[in-house]
Nanobody, 118 residues
């Protein structure tokens, strides 16, 4: 069983930075990890993802060049560094894990709120 716990959310002014962390328990070494977000009244969207080795990453168009995903497999932790934050980045951010044999993300954290004030 995999459990994911996010931390690092909060209130920040536009142009500021935050770093989210996702601590995983269980066997996630071979898992692809992702960060998603959901703003009020909007559908959940993928923000970024990273392969098990960290060699391959993806960032959504709206955050590319501002957000960076990384992982430390020795600590079972995935990070999302968010720079140049905008009010439209305000959302609940979720960490998720996808097993190698699965097409969809299997495990989800409880989410952490990020609020960017203008």
């Amino acid at each position: 069983q995999v459990q994911l716990v996010e931390s690092g959310g909060g209130l920040v002014q536009a142009g500021g930075s935050l770093r989210l962390s996702c601590a995983a328990s269980g066997r996630t070494l071979w898992y692809q990890m992702g960060w998603f977000r959901q703003a009020p009244g909007k559908e959940r969207e993928i923000v970024a993802s990273i392969s098990w080795s960290g060699e391959s990453t993806y960032a959504g168009a709206s955050v590319k060049g501002r957000f960076t995903i990384s992982r430390d497999n020795t600590k079972n932790t995935v990070y999302l560094q968010m720079n140049s934050l905008k009010p439209e980045d305000t959302a609940v951010y979720y960490c998720a894990a996808k097993a190698p044999s699965k097409a969809k993300y299997d495990y989800w954290g409880q989410g952490t709120q990020v609020t960017v004030s203008s």
